[in-house]
């Protein structure tokens, strides 16, 4: 295309000179698409024979400088006569053409590799191989010393306007770049995209608090399952069979396995069980976990709820020993100013029984809460897992999770833990 250009320019030239129209008279144009005849621009740009039999590129208008076919004989008579060759003045040199053709190339090489860098490294290459020291265009504006006195402007000029052009695209390219490397640009003024803050639930922290004031008590933490055989949850824990607690309206029973009749735990007791049939004494450990009752709900029954088992078993231990652990307990956990209260009882598996009672803040006020019970362990229980009672003696408690946070924070009914609203769980 730059050579074509160049081409016409040059052609436009010779025919307004005077020396042409003097003896070739008024040139005449051709449309894109016209036949140019034969000869009309033979040997004008060697390399370039627009003359030969063509067509005019698609949107280029062209002068026919002549319809006189110039033959080779003729040239080759007159000793190139052609005026157009003649003229040094007014028409391409082979060396400018030839200059101006790898000027345009370099042009089109540099643009294509260009639109092909994709990173900062690539683009630098691409500078150093085109616009460096020793780039292809340094190559060529060395080369204009060889041009001659008339040539030497229109190329340099040429090769100007190259570089300029190559410079600016190449900031260009290089902005593009940098722009989606950096990915989209930070409007610091957009509203952010407010994230959904997740805590723990209510009663997850107050398990996790109570158990760190166990531990620092000395407790460790036992387990057990949550489905269990009848001797964890009743025969070992002095509950035999045909006492009133094994009623099935009262048990969730799930039949057989291996011959053992299955049920959902209904209290955190059975790991006491669990707890001396796999540990030697002395042990002093805490359990934590579901227990299930077939309980209709309402404000203050679910089918399932949480319990704090603690049992200590060691040689000599009281229900001083128990009443101190409670105390202890209810200091660190309601503050300085809690108190402990325990009104005897019956439970199968301590002897004696008491409900424990402990006073804590209840918006603002100091009140009497019922969270369980305890006792000092029944002999019965620890001749079951094997243990001699004249040896060996435990206390043990069993608090209520739900009732402590419910007291805590003011819950007034114990579905809303468990339905997992949201808006309720944001409060604690
Ligand atoms: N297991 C009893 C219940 O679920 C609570 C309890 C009472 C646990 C006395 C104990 C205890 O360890 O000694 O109601």
Known sequence: ????????????????????????????????????PAGSFWGLVPGHNFGALGEIPRGYR??????????????????????????????PSPDLSAMILRIDSLREEALSALAGATSITTLESWRTRFLGLNGQ?????????????????????????LKVHLEAALEQHRCTL??????????????????????????????????????????TVADGPEVEDEWHNFTALNIPAGHPARDPGDNFY????????RLLRTQTSTVQIRAMESQKPPLKVVAVGRVYRPDTHDA?????????????????????????????????????????????????????????????????QLQWVEIGGCGMVDPNVLTAV???????????????????????????????????????????
Not at 1 to 27: D, H
Not at 334 to 358: I, K, L, N, Q, Y
Not at 410 to 417: A, E, N, Y
Not at 418 to 428: T, V
Request: glycine share 8%.
């Open 62 to 91: 062209w002068l026919v400088l002549s319809s006189d076919p110039v033959t080779e004989n003729e040239s080759r008579t007159r000793g190139r006569v052609n005026p157009y060759t003649s003229n040094p003045m007014s028409l």
């Open 137 to 161: 265009l340094k190559a060529l504006m060395g080369a204009l010393k060889d041009a001659s006195r008339q040539e030497k402007p229109v190329l340099g000029q040429r090769l100007n306007e």
């Open 1 to 36: 295309m730059g050579v074509e250009i160049a081409v016409k320019r040059s052609l436009e030239r010779v025919a307004r000179s005077a020396e042409f129209t003097a003896t070739r008279g008024t040139p005449r144009t051709a449309d894109s698409g016209d036949l140019i």
């Open 178 to 219: 940098s722009l989606s490397a950096a990915g989209p640009r930070l409007d610091v003024t957009e509203p952010g995209i407010p994230l959904a803050e997740g805590r723990r639930h209510v009663l997850s922290r107050t398990i996790d608090e109570i158990i760190a004031v166990f531990g620092r008590m000395g407790f």
């Open 254 to 261: 799930m039949g057989e396995q291996s011959g053992v009749r």
């Open 300 to 364: 203050t029954h679910y089918s399932m709820f949480h319990q704090i088992e603690g049992l200590c078993v060691d040689r000599d231990l009281s229900l001083v020993d128990l009443k101190t652990a409670l105390l202890q307990f209810a200091h660190a956990y309601f503050g300085g100013d809690a108190e402990v209260r325990m009104r005897p009882s019956f439970f199968p598996f301590t002897e004696p029984s008491a409900e424990v009672d402990m006073k804590m803040h209840i918006r603002g």
């Open 386 to 428: 094997g243990l001699d009672p004249e040896v060996w003696r435990g206390y043990a408690f069993g608090l209520g999770i739900e009732r402590i946070a419910m007291r805590r924070y003011g819950i007034t009914d114990i579905r809303w833990l468990y339905e997992n609203d949201a808006r309720f769980l944001r409060q604690f």
